[in-house]
Nanobody, 119 residues
């Protein structure tokens, strides 16, 4: 059974940090590109960051560059999103997505984790 389970969300104040985790099971994690998306209240889901299967290349949305870092551990089958200097506008449900390398019609989503940044 394929599962992507996000964790690490919560309520923080502006300027603080959170680290999200996405634990994978039921598929060959090391062959999947991993991405983080977020969906702010009342808005469309948007991609935040992506990482290649070997971790060699990463890309970020302009709004999070320099503050967020995506990483992965293919042994632990887990992807991470380190979020620093959080802003109120980072408030959203964060989702991880696994996309099969070379077959982007094969993908899986996690259930999401809430991140709230508020003073």
């Amino acid at each position: 059974q394929v599962q992507l389970v996000e964790s690490g969300g919560g309520l923080v104040q502006p300027g603080e940090s959170l680290r999200l985790s996405c634990a994978a099971s039921g598929f060959t994690f090391r062959y999947y590109v991993m991405k983080w998306y977020r969906q702010p209240p009342g808005k469309e889901r948007e991609m935040v960051a992506g990482i290649t299967i070997d971790g060699g290349r990463k890309n970020y949305a302009e709004s999070v560059k320099g503050r967020f870092t995506i990483s992965r551990d293919n042994i632990r089958k887990t992807a991470y999103l380190q979020m620093n200097s959080l802003k109120v506008e980072d408030t959203a449900v964060y989702y991880c997505k696994a996309e099969a390398q070379g077959a982007n019609n094969v993908y899986y989503w996690g259930q999401g984790t809430q991140v709230t940044v508020s003073s």
